[in-house]
Structures are given as structure tokens and as C-alpha cells.
């Protein structure tokens, strides 16, 4: 048990370091790993991991999880945010296994709406053990060459105590670059779940298959391993109610910001109907244009962001912050 991700982050990446139980190469990548790792996280909205030498991608990480929920499979969205992300792409347009949106909101060939039905049998039996939004999918092993299989099997909510609690059950999970956005996705829907049904964010369980570390990062994570880490940020939390609107209003400056239809200051973003928690991210996108296009960084739009969020962007673009 761990009160936050950061903590959990930093003691399971030492324990598969340290303590792997098998060193093999699966697909031919030198990996060292644990079987059956399991944890709970008490506080899934402080969801950020700090360490200075791993440098979260903050923004990555929020386009990440708004991507999941929109529904949205396009490759050209998510590489705008992650250059790697064409590698596993397979026609070059979508992403058909880590595109978990379109899993939760269009599931299958009867386009399944997991998240209003899981919602539904949440209403219909508050203490249900049925609420599953499953991601895998068994057709991911009959294609030939399949360079992108969900890694997460499914994501279970949980009403207790009037807490909305979660466990996401994974096949595989690389303990160093994919948990930082994974986890960071999962308590984001975690959350957005809650506050939509009006309860309160319960705990967050984490179940993997296999967690693992790659060869070529073994560095790397001794460096993160080494650092003394005594910092301590509070990220904000989500407003309560429904948020669609927010995230349908923020995802449509985002497209604009993206494909450079657009540019935005401080002033501008006060003035849309986002709720503060929401503009934050859109000022993280608009950042994000001016580093993504090579152009200087508006001072005043980085001055009005929060703590964290200034933190993490120094860490991540010292140059360019200055
Ligand atoms: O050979 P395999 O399909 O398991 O390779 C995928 C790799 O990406 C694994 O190391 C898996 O743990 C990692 N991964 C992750 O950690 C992949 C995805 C995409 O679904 C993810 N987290 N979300």
C-alpha cells in the first residue's frame, strides 16, 4: 500500500530492479521482471510521479488520458505528443491495441459503449461486481505481426462506502516508462468516473501480469533509483459532476492549438467556459504549441500555471522555460 503514485512508482521500480525473478527477452528485448505484482495506491488523484531524473511528461500525459476519453484511435493526435508512438502503429493512421478509448466508448464490432453501461450497472446495484470495461481483446492474437496488443486487460469499478474504487488488471506493464502515463490514465477515468456518479475517488489497485524492466533503461532507472526525492506537490482535483462538457470544450481548442489553427494566451483561455481545473490544461496545450512549433514561451500563460504543473515543465524543458 502506498499513499501516492510517486511513492508506489519509486519502491515497485527498485523492487523489479533489485529483486527481478526472471531475466528473458520476450519478442527479443532484454528484460528483467516480477510475476503478479499487485498494489494499492490510498490517494489516485495525487497521480504524478516527480522524480527529476525520470522527467514526467505532463502534457503527454493529460493528452493521453483525454484521448482515452474521447474515444479517439488517431495516430496523428497522439504523436503530436509522443514521437514513438508511429512504432506501433500498424497502417500508419490508428493505433488499434493503446487506443483504449475507442475500446471504452466503441468496443468491438457491436461498438460497444462500455462507459454508459458500466455507469448503468453501477446505478442499477450500487454494490455490483459486474461494472468491467474490458480492453482486451481476444482478436489482438489472430492478427499476424500485431505490433500493438492492449497491455491492459480491463478496468473494474468498485462502490464502496460511497467511494469509487478501481483495479485495472494488466497483462504487462513496463515498471519504468509505461506505468508513469498508465497509472496516470487510469486514476484520471478512476476519477472522472467518480465525480460524474458524485462520489468520492475510493482507492486505486493495480494488478500486472508481468512488470518489467527493459535492458537498455537499466541506467537510467538506477539514476532515478539514486536521487533523493523530497519534494512534495499537491495536484489539484477534478471538479465534481459531470464533466463532459468540460472535456468536449477543451478538446476542441485542443484540435485547433494542435493543427496551428490557433494560438492562445492567458487572457484568452480566462475567457472560454472552462472551470479552472480545465483551463490549466489548456494552458499545458498551449505551452505545449509554442514548444512543439519551436517558438519562445509565453511568460505570463507559464506565471498562471499551477505550481506542479510550473515544476514539472522546468524539469522536463529547462531551456525553454527560461
Ligand atoms: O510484447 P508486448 O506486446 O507485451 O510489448 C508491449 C510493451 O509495452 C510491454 O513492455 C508493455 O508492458 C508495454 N506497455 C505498457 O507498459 C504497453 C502499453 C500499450 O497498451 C501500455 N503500457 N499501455
Known sequence: ?????????????????????????????????????????????????????????????????????????????????NKRMPDYSMDGQTLTGTAYGKKLFHFGEQNLNQWQNVKQELLNDADSKRAVIQIFDAHELTINQNLDVSCTLGLQFLIRNNQLNMVAYMRANDAFRGIVSDIFSFTFIQEFMARELNLKVGKYYHSVGTMHIYEPDNQWVTHVLNESNDQTFISPKMPQGNNWAMVHELMHYEEKLRKKELTMNWVNIQHTELSSYWQQILALFSIYQMIYYHEEVDQVLFDHLLPVYQHLLLNRWPTKMS
Open 1 to 81: 500500500t502506498y499513499e501516492t503514485f510517486d511513492d508506489a512508482y519509486i519502491a515497485e521500480l527498485n523492487e523489479i530492479y533489485h529483486h527481478a525473478e526472471f531475466f528473458n527477452e520476450p519478442r527479443g528485448f532484454s528484460s528483467r521482471e516480477k510475476l503478479g505484482v499487485h498494489f494499492k495506491i490510498e490517494n489516485p488523484v495525487q497521480r504524478i510521479v516527480y522524480s527529476q531524473t525520470r522527467k514526467t511528461n505532463i502534457i503527454f500525459n493529460f493528452a493521453e488520458a483525454l484521448w482515452y476519453l474521447t474515444g479517439n484511435n488517431s495516430l496523428s493526435y497522439i504523436s503530436y505528443y
